[in-house]
Protein backbone atom coordinates (compact mmCIF):
# COMPACT_ATOMS: atom_id res chain seq x y z
CA UNK A 1 0.00 0.00 0.00
CA UNK A 2 1.25 3.33 -0.82
CA UNK A 3 -0.12 6.29 1.68
CA UNK A 4 0.03 9.83 -0.03
CA UNK A 5 -0.20 13.16 2.06
CA UNK A 6 -0.91 16.22 0.19
CA UNK A 7 0.19 19.81 1.64
CA UNK A 8 0.88 23.53 0.85
CA UNK A 9 -2.49 24.14 0.08
CA UNK A 10 -3.93 27.53 1.19
CA UNK A 11 -5.22 31.12 0.16
CA UNK A 12 -3.96 33.37 -2.27
CA UNK A 13 -4.80 36.25 -4.43
CA UNK A 14 -5.19 36.16 -8.35
CA UNK A 15 -1.74 36.19 -9.81
CA UNK A 16 -0.26 34.52 -6.81
CA UNK A 17 1.79 31.22 -6.45
CA UNK A 18 1.58 28.19 -4.24
CA UNK A 19 3.68 25.34 -4.35
CA UNK A 20 2.01 21.66 -3.56
CA UNK A 21 3.76 18.69 -2.13
CA UNK A 22 2.43 14.96 -2.10
CA UNK A 23 4.54 12.28 0.26
CA UNK A 24 4.13 9.19 -0.85
CA UNK A 25 5.08 6.52 2.29
CA UNK A 26 7.74 3.82 0.88
CA UNK A 27 10.49 3.85 -1.13
CA UNK A 28 9.04 1.99 -4.44
CA UNK A 29 7.86 5.71 -5.43
CA UNK A 30 9.57 5.43 -8.61
CA UNK A 31 7.83 2.64 -10.21
CA UNK A 32 4.58 5.07 -10.37
CA UNK A 33 3.31 7.32 -12.56
CA UNK A 34 2.05 10.34 -10.24
CA UNK A 35 -1.07 12.59 -10.92
CA UNK A 36 -2.56 16.00 -9.76
CA UNK A 37 -6.35 15.96 -10.02
CA UNK A 38 -8.82 18.76 -8.94
CA UNK A 39 -12.71 19.54 -7.93
CA UNK A 40 -14.15 22.50 -7.15
CA UNK A 41 -17.44 22.73 -5.57
CA UNK A 42 -20.45 21.52 -7.66
CA UNK A 43 -17.98 19.90 -10.85
CA UNK A 44 -16.88 16.88 -11.49
CA UNK A 45 -12.84 15.83 -10.22
CA UNK A 46 -10.78 16.84 -12.94
CA UNK A 47 -7.45 15.81 -13.95
CA UNK A 48 -4.24 18.20 -14.08
CA UNK A 49 -0.67 17.40 -14.53
CA UNK A 50 0.64 14.28 -14.54
CA UNK A 51 4.47 12.89 -14.14
CA UNK A 52 5.47 9.53 -15.37
CA UNK A 53 7.86 7.53 -12.74
CA UNK A 54 11.39 8.75 -14.29
CA UNK A 55 9.91 12.09 -14.46
CA UNK A 56 10.51 12.21 -18.23
CA UNK A 57 7.40 12.62 -19.55
CA UNK A 58 4.92 15.16 -18.34
CA UNK A 59 1.22 16.17 -19.33
CA UNK A 60 -0.71 18.83 -18.44
CA UNK A 61 -4.99 19.97 -18.62
CA UNK A 62 -4.96 22.62 -21.10
CA UNK A 63 -6.45 25.14 -18.53
CA UNK A 64 -3.15 25.01 -16.74
CA UNK A 65 -0.53 25.03 -19.05
CA UNK A 66 1.99 27.44 -18.92
CA UNK A 67 1.29 28.08 -15.72
CA UNK A 68 1.73 24.86 -13.33
CA UNK A 69 4.63 22.55 -13.39
CA UNK A 70 4.31 19.29 -12.03
CA UNK A 71 7.73 17.52 -10.81
CA UNK A 72 9.09 14.90 -8.69
CA UNK A 73 11.91 14.28 -6.06
CA UNK A 74 12.13 11.04 -6.27
CA UNK A 75 15.01 10.40 -3.78
CA UNK A 76 12.36 12.24 -1.30
CA UNK A 77 8.95 10.42 -2.38
CA UNK A 78 7.89 13.36 -2.91
CA UNK A 79 5.65 15.14 -6.43
CA UNK A 80 4.83 18.71 -6.48
CA UNK A 81 2.37 21.04 -8.16
CA UNK A 82 4.15 24.69 -8.79
CA UNK A 83 1.31 26.54 -9.63
CA UNK A 84 2.04 30.67 -10.91
CA UNK A 85 -0.35 33.20 -12.08
CA UNK A 86 -3.09 31.34 -10.27
CA UNK A 87 -7.26 32.10 -10.87
CA UNK A 88 -9.82 32.05 -9.16
CA UNK A 89 -11.31 29.26 -11.30
CA UNK A 90 -8.09 27.61 -10.00
CA UNK A 91 -9.47 27.36 -6.56
CA UNK A 92 -10.28 23.55 -5.66
CA UNK A 93 -9.64 20.88 -3.31
CA UNK A 94 -6.32 19.12 -5.12
CA UNK A 95 -5.52 15.95 -4.69
CA UNK A 96 -2.27 13.68 -5.42
CA UNK A 97 -2.57 9.87 -7.01
CA UNK A 98 -0.36 6.95 -7.67
CA UNK A 99 -0.84 4.90 -10.69
CA UNK A 100 -0.41 4.54 -14.24
CA UNK A 101 0.58 7.02 -16.87
CA UNK A 102 -2.96 8.44 -17.68
CA UNK A 103 -5.24 11.38 -17.79
CA UNK A 104 -8.29 9.06 -16.66
CA UNK A 105 -9.08 8.93 -13.08
CA UNK A 106 -9.43 5.47 -13.44
CA UNK A 107 -5.70 5.21 -13.69
CA UNK A 108 -4.68 5.69 -10.18
CA UNK A 109 -4.59 3.22 -7.56
CA UNK A 110 -4.08 5.42 -4.39
CA UNK A 111 -5.36 9.05 -3.68
CA UNK A 112 -4.22 11.18 -1.34
CA UNK A 113 -6.67 13.55 1.46
CA UNK A 114 -7.11 16.72 -0.60
CA UNK A 115 -5.71 19.96 0.31
CA UNK A 116 -7.60 23.28 -0.56
CA UNK A 117 -6.66 25.74 -2.55
CA UNK A 118 -8.51 28.90 -2.60
CA UNK A 119 -8.10 32.06 -5.10
CA UNK A 120 -9.81 34.95 -4.49
CA UNK A 121 -10.23 37.80 -6.91
Known amino acids: QVQLIESGGGLVQAGGSLRLSCAAS????????MGWFRQAPGKEREFVAA????????NYADSVKGRFTISRDNAKNTVYLQMNSLKPEDTAVYYC??????????????WGQGTQVTVSS
Open 51 to 58: ISGGGSMT
Open 26 to 33: RGTFSRYA
Open 97 to 110: AAGFYTTVRSGYNY
